[in-house]
């Protein structure tokens, strides 16, 4: 693969400009820079090997050469989508989902706010950076890691919830870059529907655990446990709790089956 390969092969997924690169350290990391140098709205930069990849709450995540899918989608929010800022994160997961079920015949899940699992278990991790400039937002980053054969998943003693990847629920071969293409279209497509009920619609009707007792652990410490039952037009996560129903933030928080 090389940067002019995959531009063409991205071409009628409304992506402007393409990056490849066979190995880097985090394509996150790639992405904030290539902002702070000047990029297009939409772009993407993707790498067939992560040498320090990153994941939420600064959990490392492997990216082993050839066999996962690692890209960063650059965005500039437009001033329209300024209220839904916080929804960006979420349309990753729901491209993703949309995506992978439209490709393979999967069924994918959102475990909220934004994992993306198959069989209870997660094939793919989403990790949101915001930058800034001054109090405006300069753009947004979103980084995307998929486990595609089974040498992406990582050693058991790494992770604190299964795994799983696409070889795991796919006979055939599986095109990588056309994966990717399908995921980006998909993104693109969903943008214009953010904040918007059809956008909740379908985040709701996939999402991991509904009906399940869960417990939720936010940043500084606070958990929420009951009944996960769905989530508000907000985007927030409604649990069923002994003293009544309690909304969670889309943010840095755990969401942990009970038990
Ligand atoms: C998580 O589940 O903790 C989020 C993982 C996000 C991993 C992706 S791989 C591409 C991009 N580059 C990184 O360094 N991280 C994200």
Redesign the pocket.
């Known amino acids: 693969m090389d940067s002019s390969t995959l531009q063409d092969l991205l071409q009628s997924t409304g992506i402007r400009q393409v990056r490849y690169l066979a190995s880097t ?5 790639d992405a904030l820079a290539w902002l702070a140098e000047g990029v297009e709205d939409f772009s993407v930069i993707a ?1 067939d090997e ?1 040498t ?6 600064d ?1 490392k ?1 492997v ?1 082993n050469p050839g066999v996962a899918l ?3 989608v650059i965005i500039h929010p437009r001033e329209s989508e300024m209220p839904y800022i916080h929804l960006f994160s979420p349309l990753a997961g729901i491209a993703v989902a949309d995506g992978l079920g439209q490709a393979l015949g999967v069924r994918p899940q959102i475990k909220w706010p934004n ?1 993306v699992l198959i069989d209870r278990k ?1 094939v ?4 949101s950076e915001t930058s800034w400039n001054g109090s405006r937002i300069d753009g947004i980053v979103i ?3 998929i486990n595609v054969l089974v040498e992406s998943k990582p050693p058991a003693e790494m992770v604190s919830f299964p795994v799983t990847c696409l070889q795991d629920h796919f006979q055939g071969t599986i095109d990588r870059w056309q994966v990717l293409a399908d995921i980006l279209q998909q993104m693109n497509s969903w943008r214009e529907k953010l904040g918007r009920p059809e956008f909740f619609q379908f985040w709701q009707e996939n999402l991991a655990f509904a009906g399940e007792e869960v417990e939720i652990q936010g940043a500084l410490g606070a958990e929420v446990t009951g009944r996960l039952t769905g989530i508000d037009p907000s985007g927030e996560l409604l649990i069923e709790t002994e003293a009544g129903e309690v909304s969670v933030q889309v943010g840095d928080v755990h969401l942990r089956l009970r038990g």
């Open positions: 350290g985090s394509t996150n990391t790498s992560q320090s990849g990153r994941g939420r709450f959990r995540w990216t690692a890209f960063t994992d997660k793919c991790g989403i990790l980084g995307i890691g």
